[in-house]
Each structure stands twice: as C-alpha cells, then as structure tokens.
C-alpha cells in the first residue's frame, strides 16, 4: 500500500466551524495513526466567498489544536504549490479540463445567462436543481474553435451520460449508487477561467497522491460526480469517509448565534484547547474502550475510522463543559493561573492573594467566566437572607448561628495567626469546648464571611485570604444581620 497522505482543504472564509475543524483533526488522526502525512491546502478559488484574514485564523487554528501539517504553502514538500489561486496560474486545471474535452468527457458550453435561466429545473434530493440540456455538446469541432477565436465567453462541463448509473464507495455507508439522469453535466472551469470547487478538488487530491478524503456527508450527494471524473482520468478513487452532521441540543444545525459554531468562539467563552479538541473527537467517534478523556496523541494512537458513526452527532454544551472543568482539574497549577489570573483581577481588586483564589476554583469551574461567581464575595458580601444560616444537616437556625458567632468574635479578634492551619485549629478547640459538631459553627462563619451558600473553599481558607481586618469586620456585620433580621 502507498503512504497514507491526507488533507485539510479549506476556503478562507471567516472563522473555522467545528464541522471544519472535525474534518481538519479526522483527516490529521488517520494520517498520523498510520505514520503517513497530513497535508494543508488552501482552496480560495470562489474568490466572491474570501474573506480577507481569514487564512490567518487557518493557521492559527490548527496551530492551537496541536494539527501540525507536513505540508503546506509554509512547507513544501514537492507537491506545491498548496493555494489553488497559486495553482491555477500554472494551467494545471485548464490543462486537465481540455484533456477530458479530448476524450469526450467534458464539453465547452457558450450559453449565455440568459438562455442558462430559461431551462427547467428538476427536484434532486429535495432542491431545486437546473438541469443543463447539453445544447453545446452537439457543437462541432470547427463551431468551437471558431467561439473560441471570437472571444465568445464560455465555460466546460463535465459530460455525464443521461443513461446508466454510477456507483462509488464510501467507508461507512458502503457502495452508492446513483441514476445518472439525477447528475447535472456541471461546470469544470467557470466563465473567469477559475476551476470550480469540484473540479480543482478532485485534480489537486489526485496530484498531491491524496490517499484518504474525509469530508461531511453533506458531499455525499456531489461524490457520483467526483468518482466519474476519476474514472474519465482512468485514475484510483482515494479512500472516502463522509462523517455525520453536528447538530445542536435541539437536533438543528449549528450557528454562530448559538456559540458553539467556531473553534475561537469556544475559546473565547473560557474553554480549554485540549478539551475541545477531545470533545470535537468523539463527535461521531468512539473508541474501543470506555473512557471520554484523550490527550492528542492517545487519539492518534487509539483513533480508528472505522468506528466513525453514520448518526448525526449532537454537540451537547453540558457535556462540553463537564469534560472542560475536568481539564482544569488535571491541570498543572501554574498553568491554570495563567490563564485564570486576568477573570480574577477582573473579579477582585482588594489586593487578596490570587493564587490562593485560583487553587480554590481550580477544580470547582467549568470555564473560566465561571470564575466571577465563585469569587465575588471576595470584593464584597452580596445581601442575603438570615435563612440562609439555617442548615438541617449542620443542625443550625439563625438563632444557633448568632450565638456562635458572638462567642467566636472576641475569640477572632484575638487570634493573630490567620493562616488556614491555625484558623481551623482554633475553631476546632471552640467546637470541642462547645461540644458541637465542626459543621455546627463552620457553617455560620463561612455564611457570615460569604454571604453565600456554596464557596470555592472552607471557612478558614476564605478567612485566610480575606486577613484579620475583613474577617472581622464580615463576622460584626453578620451580627448586626442576624440581630436585625430575628
């Protein structure tokens, strides 16, 4: 067998979509899985759809996502050039193009536009199609030749027989046949002597020795025509995997207002690269084993495409979120303050100890705008109800809990070492000398300090990082709270 070579082809035309980028790491995994290589090309022939920076956020993109190409128009290994505006000077496509007219298979057309808008239209899978009726295959050598010197405009077209059928492979749905008569003799090369999508496509796979194309099954409908033109070249079909579509919770189409459309608006809301690109895996993969949690290169090793589901694949953005929060769970430290440190000063600018702060929403966020609500206390007690002192587990009212309050504030007031360890030392020898449980005054301190019902962390980590003073004067508010509000 040849060397697997695959390729991520895209247009340059905004931000990646998680479709795209699927495609780009599906592509990536099955190359490096088989020790072969992965390939960028740079498809920007619908010059009326570019979008001008957006082959930056190509780069950036896959650079992010750890999909390093062994080729591209940065890398030349001897298949170049890789932008289809750059190949097309060199006549590749029109070369090819009048090879198939020599052999029949394509046809120059020089119907005008509007000669072109009054044919019929026909319903192929649900769209409204029109259908060419071949008037200018019937146009003999010399009518060609003479169009052609006059300057009259024109376009090829791929001839594709009204009888018969054609059939092509795919990995996962297997052999697809298809009527001839529902196949429209497209266009080749367009009126501005650009290639069309289809046709550059299929030149440039089969002389950058592309072995395996993995695209959206959305293309399932234009392969018939792809496998016809390999055969009109008498060339090999390369290995085709059309995945699943992405569909929302709600089973529609992603979209951009949803947020989860594009790989930087995923990054923008706080998620991790690594989770992504994981998460992005197993939308339409499983592995053999029972776990969710990859590294990239335990998916290369583990990735198989044959386990590629036919189903559409739901991006579930609670699912998204769990696996990101167990990201920065297993997370170096230093590495999650980096990114976490600039929503903290956002969060909290009384000067606390960030870094304590960090370590306790380390394993509590999903994504780092959670952090805010974690940490708001931190600037100042949000109002709350003394209710909320009332807690069937840790057997306490609001009555219990201004009791332990008032006894601990002298006690507070005197302690001079506040770090964590001494804190909870000293509420611990009140606690035995109550002859409570720790939770029956642990409870009403970190209320009182936080003003909320679930914090990052313990009453004595809160007081640590809030210092003596604030402390203090949180405990003497609650008080006043708790005396007002009984």
């Known amino acids: 067998m040849s060397k697997v070579r695959t390729r991520y082809a895209p247009s340059p035309t905004g931000k990646m979509h998680v479709g795209n980028l699927r495609s780009a790491l599906y592509e990536f995994l099955i190359a490096k899985h088989?020790?072969?290589?992965?390939?960028?090309?740079?498809?920007?022939?619908d010059q009326e759809r570019f979008v001008e920076g957006a082959t930056e956020i190509i780069y950036r993109t896959l650079d992010k996502a750890g999909l390093r190409h062994d080729e591209g128009p940065d890398k030349d290994g001897g298949f170049g050039p890789y932008v289809q505006s750059e190949r097309m000077k060199t006549g590749i496509y029109m070369e090819y193009a009048k090879e198939l007219v020599e052999k029949g298979e394509a046809y120059y057309c020089f119907c005008d536009k509007e000669r072109l808008d009054?044919?019929?239209?026909?319903?192929?899978?649900?769209?409204?199609i029109m259908m060419y009726d071949k008037r200018c295959l019937s146009l003999t050598?010399?009518?060609?030749?003479?169009?052609?010197?006059?300057?009259?405009?024109?376009?090829?077209?791929?001839?594709?027989?009204?009888?018969?059928?054609?059939?092509?492979h795919d990995e996962l749905y297997g052999d697809i046949t298809v009527e001839n008569a529902q196949l429209d003799d497209m266009v080749l090369i367009k009126s501005d002597g650009y290639p069309t999508y289809n046709f550059a496509n299929v030149?440039?796979?089969?002389?950058?020795?592309?072995?395996?194309?993995?695209?959206?099954?959305e293309y399932l409908s234009s392969s018939p025509k792809y496998q016809r033109l390999y055969d009109a070249f008498g060339w090999e079909s390369p290995v085709y995997i059309h995945l699943p579509l992405i569909t929302d919770e709600n089973h529609k189409k992603l979209s951009k207002r949803s947020g989860h459309a594009s790989f930087e608006d995923l990054l923008e809301q706080g998620f991790v690269t690594e989770a992504v690109v994981n998460y992005i895996a197993l939308l339409g993969w499983s592995p053999e084993e029972n776990r969710e949690i990859f590294s990239l290169e335990e998916l290369i090793e583990k990735f198989d495409y044959r386990r590629i589901s036919k189903s559409p694949a739901v991006f579930d953005m609670v699912k998204l979120k769990w696996m990101n929060g167990e990201y920065f769970k297993a997370m170096e430290f230093g590495k999650f303050y980096g990114m976490a440190e600039p929503y903290l000063k956002e969060a909290v600018h009384k000067g606390?100890?960030?870094?304590?702060?960090?370590?306790?929403?380390?394993t509590r966020i999903e994504i780092l705008p959670d952090i805010a609500e974690h940490v708001d206390f931190f600037e100042a007690v949000p109002d709350y109800e003394v209710s909320m002192y009332a807690h069937k587990k840790m057997k306490t009212t609001p009555e219990s809990s201004l009791?332990?309050?008032?006894?601990l504030l002298p006690i507070l007031e005197a302690q001079e070492d506040y770090s964590n360890d001494a804190l909870y030392a000293c509420?611990?020898?009140?606690?035995e000398e109550k002859g409570c449980k720790n939770g029956y005054v642990m409870w009403p301190v970190r209320t009182a300090v936080s003003g909320k019902q679930m914090t990052p962390g313990g009453a004595t980590e809160l007081m640590e990082v809030l210092g003596k003073e604030e402390t203090v004067a949180r405990v003497r508010a609650a008080i006043v709270k708790l005396e007002k509000g009984l």
């Open 141 to 168: 050598k010399e009518e060609v030749e003479q169009n052609l010197a006059a300057g009259k405009p024109f376009v090829i077209r791929q001839n594709i027989p009204r009888e018969g059928t054609t059939t092509f």
């Open 427 to 431: 509420l611990c020898r009140y606690v």
């Open 118 to 128: 009054s044919l019929k239209t026909e319903i192929v899978e649900g769209k409204e």
């Open 352 to 362: 606390y100890d960030l870094e304590k702060i960090a370590a306790m929403v380390k």
């Open 34 to 45: 088989a020790g072969g290589d992965f390939m960028l090309r740079i498809e920007d022939t």
């Open 403 to 407: 009791e332990v309050l008032r006894e």
């Open 203 to 217: 030149v440039d796979d089969h002389t950058m020795h592309i072995t395996h194309v993995v695209r959206g099954n």
